[in-house]
Every structure is written in C-alpha cells, then in structure tokens.
C-alpha cells in the first residue's frame, strides 16, 4: 500500500525551497542525484535551484 505525504508537508517544503533549495530536495528526495543536482543548480543561480526544487516536490509522490 503506497504511503501518501500530506499536503502541509508540501507547503512547508515550497517555503524551505525559498530559503534553501537542496534542504528541501533532501527531504523530499534523500541524497540521491536529484539532491546533487539541485546543489549545482543552486551554486549556478538561486533561481534555478528554486524551480527545480519546486518541480521535484509537485512531481514526486512522496518519495520519502
């Protein structure tokens, strides 16, 4: 039986994926290579990582 993540968690990651992109990655994802190239996004422009965290948390169904 798939376990579903609430939908208050997602909103508090969309908030922690303002401040902190990869912190939000990490915990939606673990330390796979989304986590790594969210880091690179991030180190490349602030804007980039936050869209990818953003994708990362609407697409995945808990992964975590």
């Known amino acids: 039986m798939p376990t579903?993540?609430?939908p208050?968690?997602?909103v508090i990651l969309?908030?922690?994926a303002l401040v902190l992109?990869?912190?939000a990655v990490f915990f939606?994802?673990?330390c796979a290579a989304d986590f790594?190239?969210?880091i690179c996004l991030t180190i490349l422009g602030w804007i980039p990582?936050?869209?990818h965290a953003w994708y990362l948390?609407?697409?995945s169904e808990g992964a975590m």
């Open 4 to 6: 579903t993540v609430s």
């Open 8 to 10: 208050t968690r997602d």
């Open 14 to 16: 969309y908030f922690v």
């Open 21 to 23: 992109p990869p912190v």
């Open 28 to 30: 939606k994802r673990g």
């Open 36 to 38: 790594w190239i969210n």
């Open 49 to 51: 990582g936050v869209l």
């Open 57 to 59: 948390i609407s697409r």
